[in-house]
């Protein structure tokens, strides 16, 4: 008996104890769901903050490890590399560097992969065991939530990087412009070398910017709105701007050039034969003589760039030319450009043309719009008008104008303002800009402009003022140019007479040395020089802007 009640004692204990577990277990079933599904939702989203460390309390431990010590080690190297370059000069060292934007790409979609992987991983490691429907459904749709937030700035920086590129090779094109292609024996307009430092022998490099009118800037056109030599100190950054009329009458052809055969003396027809229409007279002679321009992408430009040399005396490296149709687009993608307008422009009205041949306003023009005195931010339909408006004014004034634009934008073109609105910047730029810089010499290119940005602007305009237009004195625009590039040191030492060059250098053909280095040696001044300072002087950019 006392056996019998012994066993249905134990039975009942046993019976009792495993009731009682099964209570707990239901309990902990009860519970777990919840709990767990708040641990991965949480691990997930440190996966998210840093590849793979919501793996760290997992199975997978080992390969957490990994991607945190890649991760860790990544933020180090970019933030070393920013650290000794500078944040500005590495971005723009970078954008200058087509091989380093392709591999940022391969970098930033792998790196994304793995980073959206280790996402989706520490999800699955931590799912909780006999979750129900809803649960799984949330812990996917946050998982898949993490996985495109984590994805959009690669996305992005791969579109803006591939914007870039597209855009550098449409602007730079490796030495040649309006055609051609290096690898074809083209000759290029530009008269340096690619190089990783194309400053070594090179003290001053100077660039020709070219408006134009016409929709296609790299066929040939009529250069008939923008002509300005920016000569840039390439130790310094200091600058000095060159505008030259495009009515300059009788502009001397250098020696080597076609053009001379036809004009030994000078292009000298009446005021048909001006500045502004070398290109189209370049383009007519080679249609007549297409053998004297073989192996010329451009005649037009070519001839344009040489006559501006044979004018000022100085080489011209490189050349930039920009649809002034599409400059418009450019202000508006930048947010605006902030210029003082001196005094009243009208924009967007009809002309017409008087009994005496004066271009006159219609005040009456439905469109009509007039900038009023004062600092102000422009948009891109007012910069143009303002760059090219001369009804009530003259091309001089327009040269000033177009200076004083050309230095706004210099000046205003921040790092962070091209970041923000950097898209639209770049298609602007694309589909409006050409020139002949080789991208080999784009990273110099960029540390040259953050000197230019922090040095001085100084600007030389040629107008009625100081040149006769119709008569122009060549010998004392270049002995000017000379004197603007090589100012007299500040304390003056005591006065000595210029070298002279040889007298065949100054009267109408190209320089010794134009098409290969800078002038040495002052031009000749022949006393031509007004003995009283004209109005239009070698001054700060900002005293004739501001």
């Known amino acids: 008996m006392n056996e019998s009640r012994d066993a249905d004692r134990v039975s009942r204990a046993r019976s009792g104890g495993e009731h009682a577990a099964h209570v707990t277990r239901a309990e902990h079933r009860r519970r777990r769901p919840r709990q767990g599904l708040g641990r991965a939702l949480g691990l997930t989203a440190l996966s998210a903050v840093v590849p793979g460390a919501g ?35 590495t971005a723009l060292q970078t954008a200058a560097d087509g091989g380093r934007l392709r591999t940022i790409i391969g970098i930033l979609v792998a790196g994304t992969l793995v980073w959206i992987g280790s996402i989706s991983l520490t999800a699955l490691m931590t799912q909780p065991r006999r979750s129900s429907t809803g649960q799984r459904v949330a812990l996917a749709s946050f998982t898949g939530l993490l996985c495109l937030v984590v994805s959009a700035p690669a996305v992005m920086g791969v579109r803006y990087i591939d914007s870039h590129l597209d855009a550098m090779d449409k602007v730079f094109t490796d030495g040649t412009v309006g055609g051609g292609d290096a690898d074809d024996g083209a000759v290029a307009t530009s008269s340096l070398r690619p190089g990783e430092d194309p400053w070594v022998d090179l003290p001053r490099v100077n660039m020709l910017l070219l408006g134009s009118d016409a929709a296609e800037a790299r066929e040939g056109t009529r250069t008939d709105t923008m002509m300005i030599v920016a000569s840039i100190d390439t130790r310094t950054g200091d600058a000095v701007l060159f505008s030259v009329p495009r009515n300059l009458q009788q502009v001397p052809f250098p020696r080597d050039h076609p053009l001379h055969e036809v004009y ?80 009243e ?29 004062g600092t102000q931010r422009l948009n891109g ?5 303002y760059s090219r408006s001369r009804v009530l004014s003259d091309d001089f004034d327009r040269m000033r ?16 303002t091209l970041l923000q609105r950097y898209p639209a910047i770049i298609t602007a730029v694309g589909d409006n800009v050409v020139t002949d810089i080789p991208r080999q010499d784009l990273g110099a290119w960029a540390e040259l402009t953050l000197l230019v940005q922090d040095g001085t602007l100084k600007s030389l305009p040629f107008t009625a003022q100081n040149t006769d237009t119709a008569d122009p004195n060549y010998s004392n625009i270049r002995y000017r140019v000379w004197g603007a590039l090589h100012p007299a040191p500040e304390p003056e030492p005591t006065e000595e007479p210029a070298p002279a060059v040889p007298t065949e250098d100054v009267d109408g053909a190209t320089p010794t040395g134009a098409t290969e280095d800078a002038p040495t040696t002052s031009p000749v001044d022949d006393g031509s020089a007004t003995t009283t300072e004209p109005a239009d002087e070698l001054e700060e950019i900002g005293t004739v802007c501001d």
């Open 381 to 385: 339909f007012q910069a143009l008008g």
């Open 345 to 373: 422009i009208p924009i967007n009205g009809r002309t017409f043309t008087d009994a005496n041949g004066k271009l006159q306003l219609d005040p009456n023009s439905p469109q009509l719009e007039w900038l009023q005195p």
């Open 55 to 89: 793996l760290l309390p997992t199975r997978r431990r080992g390969m957490g490890l990994v991607l945190v010590a890649l991760a860790v080690a990544a933020l180090v190297a970019v933030g070393w590399w920013v650290s000794r370059e500078g944040l500005t000069s």
């Open 401 to 416: 104008r177009q200076r004083c634009m050309v230095a706004a934008v210099i000046d205003q073109a921040n790092p962070m």
């Open 264 to 343: 030994p003396d000078g292009y000298d027809c009446g005021d048909q034969c001006l500045m502004n229409a070398v290109w189209m007279e370049a383009e007519r002679h080679a249609e007549e003589e297409p053998g004297l321009y073989a192996g010329d992408p451009n005649v037009g430009l070519t001839a344009t760039r040489r006559t501006l040399e044979t004018v000022l005396g100085v080489p011209i490296h490189h050349t930039v030319i920009v649809n002034l149709e599409g400059f418009e687009d450019l202000i508006d993608a930048m947010g605006g450009v902030t210029i003082t307008v001196k005094e």
